[in-house]
Structure formats: structure tokens, C-alpha cells
């Protein structure tokens, strides 16, 4: 699979390019992309511009999760994800400017852990243990810059909240900072050995982790709201139970309420009061709504989150 960014209706790229006051870095980007010897220009019917990574050094080669920016705000750094079974992802760079793929040494990430602050063109990621010993464990949130002289740096610790378990099937599903960019939610989720799903904040300012709120079953895709310190966005998602605690063991558990608004005092609130399917939400820049994917055609677009 080749990495690819669409130059319209992507939102990696309407996320990165929605504080730019003018069109200049989305020129700069697009005139560079067209001369890349790495990157090949597409045009499909209906008129819409993408550029597609050709340049292989691993099997996938993929932008990061919608919801994350991939591309700095100045246009002159794109980090993506490397993977050969679309499992075990690591990180690699595109410079812009150099016209170069770069893979740096040791950044393997958790499961799709990776968050691009597009103003100083560092990217952040959950480390896994070299050991997969969690008794009283931790794992690191680092951080590295796109220069080669950069180095990987340590800015917190997420802790592992079950000592001698399995690893957790998720740490972080996706970093995601909060308004005041002091911190990064977390969603640790132990299904395997409880079945419950640890949410909270791990400030990068050197403060202590923040538990806000343990929930039964699998919840996943934590984003902190826009706006507030202290709320995120928390969504249910199907998961096999080994307990036995929702019915027969093994079975897969369907989703009965998908969004949660989380708060630091620990309440947690649905969005809507009914059931419902729907799936791939995300806050509105405002904080005001969130947006998501309706899969009985309802004709809704988005929830207001009050």
C-alpha cells in the first residue's frame, strides 16, 4: 500500500492547513510534491489532485489516523507510518525541502500511537517495553524532531494499570492533546484480563498521570475536546470477551452506545440516550459538535454535545 494524500476533502490535510491564513505553505507543498522523484501526481475523474508516495521501504506505507495531522503546518515535513503486516507500525519522515525519505532508529510505536504537532514539526508516540514486564511498569511517551541531529526524548510516563497482566490491548489508540497542549488522553483497555478500559491524561509538564474514569467493557478512539481541559471524547467498539461477563465466553460483544463525553471528575455521558450505530466521530474545531458516520443512513450528520 502506498502512502497518498488527497490535495482536496483529505483531512490530514484540512486539519494541518486550517490555522494557515494564506495559501502559500499548500503551494509550496504542492510545487515540491510535483517535482518529487518519489511522489507520482494523480488526477481522478471528478478533478481532485493526490500525490502518491511510490518510493516503497516497507510493505504499507500509511498517513496517519484521520483524526492526527500528518503534514506540518509550513508544508515542509510529512511523518507517516511503516508497516509490513499493518500491526507492528513504526515511524518515518518525508523532508520536503530535501526531497528525502527518512527512517530514523527506534520508533516503533503502540498499536497507532502517534501524534504530529504541526508547528515545530515533532512528532510524539507510545514506546512499547523492550521486555513486556508491566509489574509496577510504565510505558514512555517520547518525542523526536524531523532534523537528523534530533534525538528521541522522554517527556512522560503512562502507566500500566494491572500489574502481571497481558499487554493491554490498546495504551493509546490515538494521541490526542488537550486544548492547552499540556497533556494527551489515554485510553488503556485491559479486555483480555477485566474487561474495563482505564481513561485519563499524562501531562508532558511534569505532572503526575490523571485517572478520570474506569468503564466496563471496551471503549477506544479518546480525543480530548478542542476547547476544555477537561472533557474527551471516549467511543464503545466491539471486543471479544474472555470473561464470559457479556455471555459466552470468546463471543463479540456489539456496540450499544458508541459515544461518551468523559469527564476529569469522573462522570460519563452518553451523547445520545438510545442506541444507535454509528462509528468514526470527531469533535468540531468549536467543541460544540461532533461529527460522525451514520451507518443506517439516517440522514444525521453530527450530534450536538452539549
Given at each position: 500500500m ?14 494541518a ?33 493526490s500525490?502518491?508516495?511510490?518510493t516503497h521501504?516497507?510493505?504499507h ?6 483524526t492526527?495531522?500528518?503534514?506540518t ?20 519522515l ?7 525519505i527518512?527512517?530514523y ?11 504530529v504537532?504541526?508547528?515545530?514539526g515533532?512528532?510524539?508516540?507510545v ?11 510504565f ?11 534530533d ?5 512522560a510516563?503512562?502507566?500500566?494499570f ?5 499487554p ?18 489515554f485510553?488503556?483497555?485491559?479486555y483480555?484480563?477485566n ?25 477506544n478512539?479518546a480525543q ?10 471516549a467511543a ?6 474472555d ?7 470468546r463471543?463479540?460483544?456489539a ?7 468523559i469527564?476529569?471528575?469522573g ?8 442506541p444507535?450505530?454509528i462509528?468514526h ?20 450528520a ?5
Amino acid at each position: 500500500m502506498s502512502l497518498c494524500f488527497f490535495l482536496a476533502m483529505n483531512t490530514s490535510w484540512s486539519q494541518a492547513y486550517n490555522a494557515v491564513e494564506n495559501n502559500q505553505a499548500e503551494q509550496y507543498l504542492k510545487d515540491k510534491l510535483d517535482t518529487s522523484r518519489h511522489f507520482r501526481k494523480y488526477i481522478n475523474g471528478n478533478g481532485i489532485v493526490s500525490y502518491i508516495l511510490d518510493t516503497h521501504i516497507a510493505n504499507h506505507q500509511i498517513s496517519m489516523y484521520y483524526t492526527n495531522p500528518s503534514i506540518t503546518d509550513d508544508g515542509k515535513y510529512i511523518w507517516f507510518w511503516l508497516t509490513k503486516d499493518r500491526d507492528n507500525f513504526e515511524l518515518a519522515l518525508f523532508d520536503v525541502e530535501q526531497d528525502e525519505i527518512r527512517k530514523y532508529k527506534d520508533m516503533k510505536i503502540t498499536s497507532s500511537s502517534s501524534y504530529v504537532d504541526v508547528t515545530t514539526g515533532e512528532v510524539y508516540w507510545v514506546k512499547p517495553p523492550k521486555d513486556q514486564k508491566f509489574k509496577g511498569d510504565f510505558y514512555d511517551l517520547v518525542k523526536r524532531g524531523p532534523l537528523p541531529k534530533d534525538k528521541i526524548e522522554k517527556v512522560a510516563k503512562i502507566p500500566h494499570f494491572l500489574d502481571n497482566a497481558l499487554p493491554p490491548r490498546q495504551v493509546v489508540t490515538h494521541l490526542s492533546p488537550s486544548a492547552d497542549r499540556k497533556s494527551f488522553a489515554f485510553d488503556s483497555g485491559h479486555y483480555p484480563a477485566n474487561n474495563k478500559t482505564y481513561l485519563g491524561i499524562v501531562p508532558i509538564d511534569g505532572r503526575k498521570p490523571q485517572l478520570w474514569k474506569i468503564l466496563d467493557r471496551r471503549y477506544n478512539h479518546a480525543q480530548m475536546h478542542p476547547v476544555y481541559n477537561d472533557v474527551m471524547l471516549a467511543a464503545q467498539d466491539y471486543f471479544r470477551d474472555d470473561l464470559g461477563q457479556y455471555g459466552e465466553k470468546r463471543e463479540r460483544i456489539a456496540i450499544d452506545n458508541r459515544m461518551w463525553i468523559i469527564y476529569q471528575d469522573g462522570e460519563a455521558l452518553p451523547v445520545f440516550p438510545k442506541p444507535n450505530n454509528i462509528y468514526h466521530e470527531w469533535w468540531d474545531a468549536s467543541g460544540k459538535y461532533l461529527w460522525y458516520i451514520d451507518k443506517d443512513g439516517n440522514g444525521e450528520a453530527k450530534g450536538y454535545a452539549g
